[in-house]
């Protein structure tokens, strides 16, 4: 009797949507190389809430404050000013990549200080302005409750 045995080995490397944050004056921080290296041309000037999401291979592909977006490259994103967050709510944003695509990213926003425009989304397709996203106008702050105030959370499933 012959026994016959094959490994198969195999590298498995985590997701990097979460590599890179952008906070504070012109501050940010990339995990993608495993040691913190500090990004310091990042466009927000925020004391509170702000969201990133990198793609997966951990490269920014967006950042915000809850009032606009930016672009990989620090710049505003066409239509990317005038979000009904709050960057003053201590979590104004949540970036979440829409199920079972690579190009399309749901931006929630919230209010401060209880006011009507409450959880708004924004649509981001990623294919738009030569691959460095665009909100989808259509979308732009839709409402979905208000009013709510400050806090925003999400979990993956």
């Known amino acids: 009797m012959t026994i016959v045995c094959i490994l198969n080995y195999n590298n498995v490397w985590g997701q990097g949507e979460t590599n890179n944050w952008f906070f504070g004056t012109n501050a940010g921080i990339s995990f993608s190389g495993g040691a913190p290296v500090a990004l310091p041309n990042g466009s927000l000037i925020s004391g509170e809430g702000v969201a990133s999401i990198s793609s997966a291979a951990g490269n920014i592909l967006m950042y915000t404050d809850g009032t606009t977006i930016y672009d990989r490259n620090d710049n505003i994103m066409p239509n990317g000013n005038g979000l009904f967050g709050g960057n003053s709510s ?15 990213y749901y931006v929630f926003t919230v209010a401060q200080a209880a006011l009507s425009e409450g959880i708004c989304y924004s649509t981001v397709n990623m294919t738009l302005n030569g691959g ?5 106008a259509a979308t732009k702050n839709t409402s979905l409750i208000g009013p709510t105030t400050e806090k925003l959370s999400a979990k993956a499933l």
């Open 90 to 104: 201590s979590q104004s944003a949540i970036i979440i990549k829409r199920p079972n695509s690579n190009n399309i």
């Open 132 to 136: 460095f996203g665009d909100i989808v």
